[in-house]
């Protein structure tokens, strides 16, 4: 169900880039502007791992640095049926968790040293399980092609606004105002798809992490533990890299109305409240 939702919204993406981009610049414009977006987002999800690594300031390690978590990770990656990913440790006090990489063979689980001593081996075990499902689920790529197409539309917006403002429309027929709204709207528009994008892939992540870790409600207790600890301890972070971490480090992810729409983690009752449902159904 995970993927026919993500699959909706990713061609509700699509459809709005092609119609935008048709209306304002043509189908020429529109493939030039994606092709734009798509140069700069690619870049990073080539070099994603380094590049995410060096926002947290972490440090790759091995099985002689951290023998019992990278046992804890090679043995849940074979339940997963995932190559070994590197291992890193970030410096934060936070605890949090990660994954990045353009590729199940070439992913990174990171941790920070303040999930490492805060969260109980069964619990951390519920959080690496669901940073590995982001790898088996290839998250990284769908959050970059969504963030290719919002980009576009977000170009594409700010050429309309300009263009209504100093040329008034592509004709005389054209309308100044309808072509504003339009560069303020559909920028949104794409947003709110792109963070619900986000959100779906986070809900995906805790259902397969529930599955490989063998306990839904493990990962549900680190989700409550993570959350509470995030308004505690303050984690400074790029904001670009704040959006792959298990929990919002720079602020908690609780229900805010229409200020929901625009988070990159579903709140984290509704994700505890769906991991007690896998749980209740598969005891």
Not at 66 to 79: G, N, Q, S, T
């Amino acid at each position: 169900m995970q993927h026919v939702k993500v699959f909706v919204m990713m061609a509700g993406l699509t459809a709005l880039l092609v119609a935008f981009g048709g209306y304002f610049g043509g189908q020429s414009g529109a493939l030039l502007v994606f092709i734009l977006a798509a140069g700069m987002n690619f870049g990073m999800y080539w070099f994603s791992d380094r590049m995410v690594l060096k926002m947290y300031r972490a440090r790759v390690v091995g099985p002689e640095e951290a023998p019992d978590i990278y046992r804890m990770v090679d043995r849940l990656r074979e339940r997963a049926g995932l190559p070994m990913p590197t291992v890193a440790i970030a410096p934060s006090e936070q605890p949090n968790a990660f994954a990045t990489g353009r590729n199940p063979e070439n992913a990174v689980v990171c941790l920070t040293a303040g999930i490492l001593r805060l969260l109980p081996p069964r619990e951390l075990e519920g959080v690496v399980a669901h940073e590995l499902a982001h790898i088996k689920h290839r998250h990284m790529l769908t959050s970059t092609l969504a963030a290719t197409m919002a980009g576009a539309v977000g170009m594409l917006g700010t050429m309309a606004r300009w263009g209504a403002i100093f040329f008034g429309g592509r004709d005389d027929d054209s309308n100044p105002l309808g072509l504003l709204v339009m560069g303020i709207v559909a920028p949104i528009g794409a947003m709110i798809i792109q963070f619900a994008i986000s959100r779906q892939n986070e809900f995906q992540a805790d259902a397969t992490g529930g599955a490989i870790a063998g306990n839904p409600m493990s990962l549900a207790g680190a989700l409550e533990r993570l959350d509470a600890y995030s308004r505690r301890i303050p984690m400074e972070v790029n904001p670009a890299a704040a959006q792959l971490a298990i929990v919002n480090p720079l602020a908690g992810s609780r229900k805010q109305g229409l200020l929901s729409l625009f988070r990159t983690h579903p709140a984290t009752e509704e994700r505890v409240a769906r991991l007690r449902e896998q749980a209740e159904r598969n005891p």
